[in-house]
């Protein structure tokens, strides 16, 4: 509870304050028409003033009662402001190395892989407050769709925007990695990470994924892998029709899990495996719990001055000048 400037560490003790108007009322209703009306004081003063200097013992023993009260309540001085906590968010750097190739259409997933993984990476890359986040785009090349940023609403627009057939076909995960890799190769983050998505298996690019995987592990990258796609057939592109667009049919869904997992397990990573959009989601929350923000507290605490004392004393003082106005200054006989 705050009073100007005083904070009250047992505010309830100030409940005891409502004696002292209660007293008062009866003090001046009753028990100045008991004493008698003639009184005779060791103090002279002109008789119109009389009455009240008489009734100033009474001031101040009140005052010095209502600070005892307000002293027992714990005062202390209202430094707040000079109180306070600092944190520090320990930065994590993360590259989402996306596998946009033509496989991604397929709609084992809801409506398929490449919008339903967009939606789940988005939410992702929401929920990271505190993080740098870029954002990689692989087929049979690679490129850097967003580089490393805190800005949240360009990345989520950027990602909005990857589509099937940005560039030249096929599936280069060495390429998307090792480009991945190179956006955070110079990154000072406390925690530097890559999550590699894909729905099938490494079939173009001049660097291996496992070699990818090594030059990761040197810059102190850590790297997810996930597959995406259903265990048996999904109806996937399989062909393009003369008006350009993608003919479906039922294929076998591979994916190239021994590469992902020695990918994961090179850089002390981890690999999962997403058959649906459920189970997508539950990657990326896993991931979210894997890589936290790391919370540096720093707490400022400034000594808070007890008034107590100050207010004992005041009150103290107040008590005794009341009790030598009325046994010896204005000590009346009747």
Known sequence: MKIGQYMFQDPWIL??????????????????????????????????????????????SMVGLSLLIMGLARPQMDVESENYIEEFAEGIDIVIAFDASSSMLATDFKPNRLQASKAVAQAFVASRKNDRIGLVVYEGESFTQCPLTTDQDVLLKLFEEVETGM?????????????AVNRLRESD???????????????????????????????????YTIGVGTNGKARSPVAIDHMGNYVYDYKEVEIDEEILKKIAK??????FRATDNSSLEDVYEEIDQLEKDKIKTIEYQVDIPEEFFNFVLTALICLLVSAVLSKVILRTTP
């Open 15 to 60: 409940a005891l304050l409502a004696v002292i108007p209660i007293y008062l009322f009866y003090y001046f209703l009753f028990l100045t028409k008991r004493k008698g009306k003639i009184k005779s004081s060791t103090f002279h003063a002109t008789p119109n003033s009389m009455s009240f200097w008489l009734h100033l013992p009474l001031l101040f």
């Open 167 to 179: 560039i030249e076909g096929g599936t280069a995960i060495g390429m998307g990695l090792a480009t």
């Open 189 to 223: 983050a406390t925690s530097k990470v890559i999550i590699l998505l894909t729905d099938g298996v490494n079939t173009h690019g001049k660097i291996h994924p496992v070699s990818a995987a090594e030059i990761a592990l040197e810059f102190g990258i850590r790297v």
């Open 266 to 271: 090179t850089t002390k990573g981890k690999y």
